[in-house]
């Protein structure tokens, strides 16, 4: 029996006990190279998820099509996402590591669901919705600079989720309508043909790690520019971390841990002991934002170097990323074949 994920790490689970493992599920668009928010958002938990549930973990390089429209620039994202993974402790011998567009049956399964997508249902999906407010507020066409990839993008996702028959989906806030309505697709689906074809998966959504400040407080976020890069050199990351916006307190004054996004930062990187230590030192006054910054560069510089030299080592062989993505595909399509013959059966073609 496997054992549950601990309930304080996710909100939303429930825990079915059931002879086999249940399946996890997620993927990461490779739109631009990994940062911090990504690491703590969305790669750790999910590594962590992987300890308990047989996972599946994959690069959207299709959903990133819709975005990255540069050939070099594409192929060398999913590459670095990629390696990030690997960098960050993925065990490709554990879990199922592939790239989105080594699974042609996922298109297949796409165009088996558009047939059960309600236009109205993509219309509500949040970035297609955004993009047309966005476009009425400057008094354009609604869908200008919409293409059909953006319209479609939940459909596509919803193909990702429900090939690999999976329970859980762990993803950010901002993803959940998308699985919730891969499982309306799902059920769309299971009604027409009287039979559980497709399984209704449901999104993990951590709590503790909900958002991780970027340099400026908001969200990080590579659309905001101010993310601290995952692989950054020493170098680049001191300059990054020396950039943290800060308020103009002076040194001597008394300073709120708990208002401070360096020092959010910090709790990300420091044990219990230094974290109060900090927060001390931010309390009794004396302490100039200077040097609460290098503080925070010593510690994340202590947690990411090890992290950036598994990177380049992982980048230096492309011949043997390339065999772990190959063989991490024809596992995927293994399954993905099985699901793919249950749905012909099932719909009638052939
Ligand atoms: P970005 O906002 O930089 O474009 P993505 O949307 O590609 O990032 O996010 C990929 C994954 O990383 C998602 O699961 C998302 O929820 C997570 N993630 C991104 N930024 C953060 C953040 N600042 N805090 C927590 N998780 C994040
Ligand atoms: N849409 C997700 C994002 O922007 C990436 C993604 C594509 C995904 N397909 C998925 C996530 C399937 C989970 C499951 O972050």
Do not use: C
Not at 121 to 143: S, T
Not at 155 to 162: N, T, V
Not at 181 to 199: G, S, W
């Amino acid at each position: 029996m496997p054992a549950a994920v601990p309930p304080y790490l996710y909100k939303t689970a429930v825990f079915l006990y059931t002879a086999s493992m249940k399946i996890a599920l997620t993927g990461i668009k490779p739109t631009g190279i990994l940062h911090i928010g990504n690491y703590f958002g969305a790669i750790q938990p999910a590594l962590k998820l992987a300890e308990e549930y047989d996972a599946r973990y994959f690069i959207a390089d299709y959903h990133a099509l819709n975005i990255v429209k540069d050939p070099k620039k594409l192929r060398s994202n999913a590459l670095e996402v990629a390696a990030g993974w690997l960098a960050s402790g993925l065990d490709p011998n554990k879990v199922v590591f592939y790239r989105q567009s080594s699974v042609p049956e996922t298109f297949e399964l796409a165009t088996i669901l558009m047939a059960f997508t309600s236009k109205g249902l993509m219309n509500r999906a949040h970035a297609y919705k955004a993009a047309v407010q966005e476009n009425l507020e400057k008094n354009d066409d609604p869908d200008a600079g919409v293409n059909m990839g953006l319209f479609t993008y939940p459909a596509l996702m919803a193909a990702d989720i429900l090939l690999f028959d999976s329970d859980v989906v762990p993803v950010g806030q901002d993803q959940t309508q998308h699985v919730e309505m891969a499982a309306d697709i799902a059920q769309a689906v299971n009604f027409n043909y009287k039979k559980d074809l497709l399984k209704i998966p449901r999104a993990l959504i951590q709590e503790h790690v909900a958002v991780i400040p970027g340099l400026d407080g908001q969200k990080m976020s590579k659309s905001y520019g101010n993310t601290i890069p995952l692989f950054a050199s020493e170098k680049q990351l001191h300059k990054l971390i020396m950039r943290v916006v800060t308020n103009s307190q002076m040194v001597d004054e008394p300073k709120d841990p708990d208002s401070s996004q360096i020092y959010q930062l910090y709790k990300l990187f420091a044990d219990a002991e230094e974290q109060a230590v900090l927060a001390e030192r931010y309390r009794a006054g004396g302490m100039g934002w200077g040097e609460a910054k290098e503080e925070l560069f010593r510690v994340v510089n202590r947690k990411l170097t090890p992290l950036r030299s598994r990177f380049e080592e992982i980048m230096a062989d492309a011949e043997k990323l390339e065999a772990i993505l190959a063989e991490g595909a024809g596992k995927a399509r293994s399954i993905a074949k099985e699901t793919m013959r249950r749905l012909r059966d099932a719909i009638g073609i052939r």
